[in-house]
C-alpha cells in the first residue's frame, strides 16, 4: 500500500476521485472519520487529502487538510443545520453576467461579491456580451473603482478571452452567474469542449438532490480547475449580522471608523460618514441601495 497526497476533483454520493499527480484515484472516507455526528462535509471537491492506495488501486482517504476556505451553504435536515460545502479551497470566483440579453442583475452581482469578502475570496467579474451594448464600461464601470477586476468578453467579437484564460490559469476557480449569460460558450471558446462538461455536470446539479448529485471540477490544459458552483443565489448570510455587512463593501469598510457614533446604522444619523460620502458621490446609490437591503436581510 502507498501513500499519496491528493486533490479532490470529484465528489458523488460518498465517492471521490483524487488528482495525485500520478493520476486518478477513486477513494472513500476511512471509517474513524465518519464517526460522531458530522455538522458539514468532512471532504469536499477542492480539499486536499492524505490517502492510502489500495492493492486493486482504489483508496481510503485517511486524513483531510484543513481548509483555507469553503464556499458553504446551509442544508436543513431533520437533526439539525447542516454546513454543505460547494467547494474548497478555491483561488477565486469568477462570477459572469451578460451586458444585455439577459440583462445584469447587479443586486445579485452585490450579493455574491459580499460571500467573496466574508470567505475572504478574491473575485473576479467577466461582462460578457459586450457586442450587445455600447456602454458595457459604464455598467461595471462602479465595480473596478471600488478594486474589483473586470473583464470585459465577446466570443462573437473574441474581445478579452486570453485576458481571460490566462485569468484562470493555474488557479482552482469557481464559476458562478445567473443562466444564459454566455458561461458554457466562453469556456468552450477557452478551452474546447469544457463548457459542454461543466454545462453537463450543472444541468445535472440542479435536476437532483443537492445531496445526491456529482461535484465536479476541470482540468485546464496548462494547469488550474474550473467548477461551476451553481447555487450562490441561494447561499444563505447566515452567520453574518448587520452590524458587519459594511466590512464587506470595500467602499463602506473605511468610512465606518470616521461616523460619529459607533453604533451607526449609515441610515440617517449626523456625522455618518457613509451618509457624507453618499450626498458627495463617492459612494454609489445603487451599491448603498444593495447595502441596505442586504443588512436588513432582503434579496
Given at each position: ?69 469553503a464556499i ?144 465536479q471540477m ?57 451618509l457624507a ?23
Open positions: 500500500m502507498t501513500n499519496k497526497r491528493g486533490l479532490i476533483v470529484k465528489a458523488q454520493s460518498g465517492f471521490f476521485t483524487a488528482e495525485t499527480g500520478e493520476g486518478l484515484v477513486i477513494c472513500q472516507l476511512r471509517g474513524k472519520l465518519k464517526q460522531g455526528r458530522a455538522v458539514g462535509d468532512i471532504a469536499a471537491l477542492g480539499d486536499y487529502v492524505q490517502l492510502v492506495i489500495q492493492p486493486d488501486g482504489s483508496g481510503v482517504i485517511e486524513n483531510v487538510e484543513e481548509r483555507k476556505q458553504v451553504r446551509l442544508d436543513p435536515r431533520p437533526q439539525g443545520i447542516y454546513q454543505q460545502v460547494l467547494l474548497a479551497n478555491a483561488d477565486q470566483a469568477v462570477f459572469v453576467f451578460a451586458c444585455a440579453n439577459p440583462n445584469p442583475k447587479l443586486r445579485m452581482l452585490d450579493r455574491f461579491l459580499v460571500v467573496t469578502e466574508k470567505q475572504k475570496i478574491p473575485a473576479v467579474i467577466i461582462a460578457n456580451k459586450i457586442d450587445l451594448v455600447e456602454n458595457a464600461q459604464e455598467l461595471f464601470k462602479v465595480y473596478e473603482e471600488i478594486g474589483y477586476r473586470v473583464i470585459y468578453t465577446s466570443t462573437k467579437t473574441r474581445v478579452g478571452l486570453d485576458e481571460l484564460k490566462a485569468q484562470l490559469q493555474n488557479k482552482v476557480s469557481a464559476l458562478a452567474g445567473p443562466s444564459g449569460v454566455g458561461k458554457s460558450s466562453l469556456l468552450n471558446e477557452i478551452q474546447p469542449g469544457l463548457g459542454l462538461a461543466v454545462n453537463e455536470i450543472s444541468t445535472a446539479m440542479k435536476k437532483g438532490r443537492h445531496t445526491t448529485v456529482t461535484r476541470f482540468a485546464l490544459d496548462g494547469g488550474g480547475y474550473v467548477a461551476d458552483t451553481p447555487g450562490w443565489k441561494s447561499l444563505a448570510l447566515w452567520d453574518t449580522s448587520a452590524e458587519e455587512m459594511d466590512a464587506y463593501f470595500p467602499e463602506l469598510r473605511d468610512l465606518v471608523p470616521q461616523c460619529q457614533f459607533s453604533d451607526c446604522s449609515h441610515k440617517h444619523e449626523p456625522g455618518c460618514a457613509v460620502a453618499l450626498k458627495a458621490g463617492t459612494v454609489r446609490a445603487e451599491r448603498y441601495d444593495s447595502y441596505l437591503r442586504l443588512r436588513a436581510g432582503q434579496e
